[in-house]
């Protein structure tokens, strides 16, 4: 008779591997420089932290209508208080900035309802990529249903810094995604004008595009036929991305091993279908880090249309420090322009790592 | 008789070839990779095609459905063409299922969604029809309580069956194997062998590239014998494995069969 095999039962780690104390063993106190490092950085913290505590919050002055106010030695947040409505709206009529909160109102409840479950979310997607923007324009720009004009020079501060952002990312990931598409593609014309628009842009700094964009289009635009620099900024600001962005989803492209075409293009699916089906779901889940620093980039890299007159957060809060009753308050300012840019980024950040953990169940590749 | 000889002589019966070579010829830059392959193979019939490495054998079978192109002679796969003409290769991949060496499920899909997804973007099935259908052919494959997951979860021969029956789900008139069990673990290239002894046995046209001798011997009407290129040798399986003409072919069947 064959003797039955039975595989012996797991057992439990050892119990000092695991708990707060076995941590701190392991990553702080493990080794001479371990501990060496440990001790070093703490003793850093402790240079820095104090300081910036007792500047910003202990000897700090919240209120007052002038510098003159701030009587503490701190930080003076009273000018933060005062401007905070222009840092926020720009020279937006402050009668009429209910419309851009009414805005934002608007998107966070359409993202909102993506958590409901019963919702069709391709027909909600497609009211939040055609509809709502639609809405959002004519609610700032008005000229519609009894809303005051309100012309682009005057968008600015924060509401500007998101717009820029915004549209920036929204429209520049479909075309990094066509250009991409397009770099790897068989059709040689498609292929060139896509590898000279990549490599032109990419030559280019952003300053310079956004001057050309300004200053140079409009001297060859024939007399009276101008548009918006709003939107001739938006368009060099996406052109720009989309090109950093091809190249990022090159990357992912590239990295799907070529059995995944031919299972797609044996199962009869088209160009398209396999692209959109197979290929591109899996290329951009792998460059997602890749597509979150592009966004970020882009984010802050719209401070820079302060080079071309209009003024964003950073444009705003830089002008408001030149006001004469509230000079010797740029630490203050650019202490909380750095606040809005971190805290923006870091959201980003944080939420690019949820979708990257919630698209990775089961999602192993073989 | 030559290979020309035996494709004529075979249409001269009036069987009905669903495959049909013709001079076919094809080069990877300068390496002449098939050199003048004349062979046609009728409706229901089950061919094996072995031979050493670098012999051309899978490039052969992936011109059947243009994942490679052949430059010199015609291709007539259910009468029509393989060309350029991308309307006749997509309605020919339609109706030719194909199974990887390495499985090629599609990662981020579930098993059930690998089986879905051609017949409902290609074929323009309902979702729900073409789930049933699906969960029939897992079944048949003996995989269905595995549905939901993704095929990072299955072990390698449970892929290659749900590969098969991702092949059947678009219901086709021809199944192509391309070395279906050399990727498998020794104990997974049984279940997937039974699934595909299963299949011959219902009638479906199968061209199989594969060094599994015993599956060739039960299952295959012709077993084809390719060396640099060529097809040197296609004998039904008995008198290839008995008689082989060629001392090509009997130098490689003395290898792979005894050791």
Redesign the interface.
Known sequence: MAIEFKPSPSLPPPVRSVGAVAWVRQNLLSSPLNVFLTLFSVYILYLIIPPVVEWGIINASFDGESKADCTGSGACWSFIGVYFDQFMYGLYPSEETWRINLALIILVILIGVFAVKTVNKLYLSLVIILAYPIVAYFLFAGGVFGLEVVETSLWGGLFLTTLLGVVGIVTSFPLGVLLALGRQSNMPIAKSVCIVFIETIRAVPLITILFMASVMIPLFLPEGMNFNKLLRVLIGITLFSSAYMAEVIRGGLQAI?K??Y?????????YW?SMI??IL??AL?LVIPGIVNTFIGLFKDTTLVYIVGMFDLLGRIQAATHDSNWLGTTMEGYAFAGFIYWAACFGMSRYSMRIERK?ET????? | MTNTNMARAQLEKGEEAIIEFNDVNKWYGDFHVLKNINFSIKKGERIVVCGPSGSGKSTMIRCI?R?EEHQKGTILVDGVEMNNNLKNI?AI??D???V?Q???????LTILENLT??PI??RKIPKKQAEEMAMHYLERVKIANQAL?????LSGGQ?QRVAIA?GLC?QPRIMLFDEPTSALDPEMIKEVLDVMVQLAEEGMTMVCVTHEMGFAKTVADRVVFMDAGEIVEANEPHAFFDNPQHDRTQMFLSQILNH
Do not use: C, I
């Open positions: 091993p059995g995944q031919e299972a797609a293009d044996a199962s009869g699916l088209s279908q089906l197979v779901p899996q889940k698209l089961g999602h192993k590749r073989n | 459905n994942l997509e991949r339609r030719v299922g194909m990887f390495h499985f090629n499920l599609f990662p981020h997804l051609a973007w290609v997951k993704y095929p990072g979860q892929q991702r678009m």
